[in-house]
């Protein structure tokens, strides 16, 4: 039996981010997807429980993450994993 956990991707709608996804998906577990744009995402990487709207600018998006994920009030979108294959140029 597995165990479904929930994990926040950055990244979703990239190469490695879709199969990663898809992946997560398919083994049962709860995907929110951190994306700058919720509507693409649903129709590039259906399925996820959640697409959050965030800004991903070079520079700034690790500490965005890390304070949304890290902060005390925070639950992290009830999340326990976060993986980041977010790219930038």
């Given amino acids: 039996m597995s165990v ?3 994990v ?3 990244g979703a709608t990239g190469l490695i981010g879709k ?3 898809r992946r997560l998906i398919a083994r049962g ?3 929110v997807v951190f994306t700058r744009n919720p509507a693409t995402a649903r129709t590039i990487m259906p399925g996820a429980a959640q697409y959050v ?3 991903a600018k070079p520079g700034n998006w690790e500490a965005a993450l890390e304070w ?3 902060a005390p009030t925070s639950t992290c979108w009830g999340c ?6 977010a790219q930038y140029p």
């Fill in 19 to 21: 199969a990663l996804c």
């Fill in 68 to 70: 949304y994920c890290m």
């Fill in 53 to 55: 709207a965030w800004d």
């Fill in 80 to 85: 326990e994993r976060w993986a980041s294959t």
């Fill in 29 to 31: 577990d709860r995907v």
């Fill in 4 to 6: 479904q956990r929930s």
């Fill in 8 to 10: 926040l991707v950055t």
